[in-house]
């Protein structure tokens, strides 16, 4: 493994931890929890990720604005490109996971795959240096095509129920077997009213599909494609609003109903090699000043 990623660890350990799933201790009667599966280093390498996506954007694109820094962030990280990353270097072959998981298709799971790739990088960081993540990371996005669609319906579902309901979306989730795997069920809420349910192999997957069939019964199909902001915590101040010149035609922004709509995707920005550093200039002593001399007989002065 420490060949694939192209970083050698000077405690494997770490390594091993990053690629332990939760699932293969669990079928071992072995020790779960802190330090033996990888949902900790998950957690931290998610950080780490954030801060080197909104480092890298805020330095190499100094004119974006809030709304393009935020939108080419969500792509970098979202759980499409981080799957295909982790895809890239095979992760799920090397992965420690449980045969129930495993059979039910587990090593190509989006989800799985995502988060496997973040405690990686959370092991990188503990072992080498945030630097040495910023660079791992950066190299392998690089390496990806094209970049992966964003696909977070739930944030921007947010978006719609809190300017149309006042209301944070919430959801209903169950799951439950079907044949050698387990299937989900999300129902999302903003009030007393079902607005959509979703279905998927994961209850993330599940809310997602439940989060775009509410998109699609609110503001239709086109509003529903477009990806969005992720979600945050709500505020208690309204949401900010791009100011509009005067027009006498609707604005892309209002539904076909009249309601204000939503704001257009902000572009993904690009993702360029990290230019060379230039070498430093030569740094020039000052020549010492010339010692003062009398008026009278030109000998210095003590």
């Known amino acids: 493994m420490q060949k694939r990623i192209a970083v050698?660890?000077?405690?494997?350990?770490?390594?091993?931890?990053?690629?332990?799933?939760a699932s293969w201790n669990n079928e071992r009667g072995a020790p779960s929890g802190p330090g033996h599966d990888n949902e900790r280093l998950e957690y931290l390498g998610d950080a780490v990720l954030q801060l080197i996506t909104a480092e890298y954007l805020y330095k190499h694109h100094p004119g974006a604005s809030e709304g393009e820094l935020t939108q080419t962030r969500s792509a970098m990280v979202n759980t499409n490109t981080l799957a295909q990353l982790a895809e890239q270097l095979d992760m799920g072959s090397y992965l420690y996971l449980g045969k129930g998981i495993a059979k039910g298709g587990g090593r190509n799971l989006k989800s799985l795959l995502a988060n496997t790739f973040e405690a990686v990088l959370g092991a990188v960081f503990l072992d080498a240096g945030y630097d040495a993540a910023y660079h791992y990371y950066l190299n392998r996005y690089r390496s990806l095509p094209s970049p992966a669609q964003d696909e977070n319906f739930k944030g921007r579902?947010?978006?719609?129920?809190?300017e149309r309901f006042g209301e944070t979306p919430f959801y209903d989730s169950e799951g439950a077997r079907v044949g050698s795997h387990r299937e989900y069920t999300s129902v999302v809420f903003a009030g007393p009213e079902p607005l959509g349910t979703g279905h998927g192999?994961?209850?993330q997957e599940a809310e997602q599909e439940a989060a775009r069939a509410?998109?699609?019964?609110?503001?239709?199909?086109?509003?529903?494609?477009?990806p969005s902001k992720p979600a945050k915590t709500p505020r208690t101040r309204a949401p900010r609003r791009t100011p509009r010149s005067p027009a006498t035609t609707a604005s892309p922004r209002d539904s076909a109903d009249g309601s204000p709509g939503l704001e257009p995707p902000a572009p993904i920005l690009s993702i360029l090699p990290e230019p060379e550093p230039e070498p430093p200039e030569p740094i020039v002593e000052p020549a010492p000043p010339a010692p003062s001399r009398s008026r009278q007989f030109g000998e210095p002065l003590e």
């Open 8 to 21: 050698r660890f000077r405690h494997p350990e770490l390594l091993r931890e990053a690629m332990t799933h």
């Open 157 to 162: 579902l947010q978006q719609v129920a809190q």
């Open 201 to 203: 192999p994961t209850k």
């Open 214 to 226: 509410a998109l699609l019964k609110l503001v239709g199909p086109a509003a529903a494609a477009a």
